[in-house]
């Protein structure tokens, strides 16, 4: 059984950084792309970045870029969301998605002072 | 960006009854690999979104026949046949053909 389970949310001051962790079982880690989408309270989906299998081609939205850091180790079969200077903008659930077919349960992001 | 609009964005159903969603592309979603990226998820109350049809008109893994998918270009649409209250939520439609993918804005299904 695929599993995607996702950790690090929780409350950020705007400016500071935090970052997401997504422990994925059930199937080989490598040989799949893997994704971030969020979703702002009450509002509908957003892509936020990709990886690919062995992690050498990354891609943003425009709105992240510079600012969010994708990544993943094979070997821990795990993906990674590396969040800095976040903006009240950024508050979501955020997803750990597998090449657009399982979901994680989300972990929420809020930032806020 | 690929702009897509979902139609209508709350659709009011009885079960056992037939309904449609629509989902519009700004431009078409054709790949240059011949092959069409428009899915179709379901977003039950409190839970994650799951894949229901992929490619248009490829049912995942589970889901049952009373879901079908069809469309092509830029008109996409997704049809649930004898509803049933599991079926109640939020469906959005995603095109991964073009970068960025992105997503319609959702259609709520829920009970008249």
């Known amino acids: 059984e695929v599993q995607l389970v996702e950790s690090g949310g929780g409350l950020v001051q705007p400016g500071r950084s935090l970052k997401l962790s997504c422990a994925a079982s059930?199937?080989?880690?490598?040989?799949?792309?893997m994704a971030w989408v969020r979703q702002a309270p009450t509002k509908g989906l957003e892509w936020v970045a990709s990886?690919?299998?062995?992690?050498?081609?990354?891609y943003y939205r425009d709105s992240v870029k510079g600012r969010f850091t994708i990544s993943r180790d094979n070997a821990k079969s795990s993906l990674y969301l590396q969040m800095d200077s976040l903006r009240s903008e950024d508050t979501a659930t955020y997803y750990c998605?597998?090449?657009?077919?399982?979901w994680g349960q989300g972990v929420m992001v809020t930032v806020s002072s | 960006d690929v702009l897509m609009t979902q139609t209508p964005v709350s659709l009011p159903v009885s079960l056992g009854g037939q309904v449609s969603i629509s989902c519009r592309s700004s431009q078409s979603l054709v790949h240059s690999d011949g092959n069409t990226y428009l899915h179709w998820y379901l977003q039950k109350p409190g839970q994650s979104p799951q894949l229901l049809i992929y490619r248009v008109s490829n049912r995942f893994s589970g889901v049952p026949d009373r879901f079908s998918g069809s469309g092509s270009g830029t008109d996409f649409t997704l049809k649930i046949s004898r509803v049933e209250p599991e079926d109640l939520g939020v469906y959005y439609c995603?095109?991964?053909?073009?970068?960025?993918?992105?997503f319609g804005a959702g259609t709520k299904l829920e009970l008249k």
């Open positions: 995603l095109q991964s053909t073009h970068f960025p993918d992105t």
């Open positions: 059930g199937f080989t880690f490598s040989d799949y792309y």
């Open positions: 998605v597998r090449l657009g077919d399982y």
């Open positions: 990886i690919s299998y062995d992690g050498g081609s990354t």
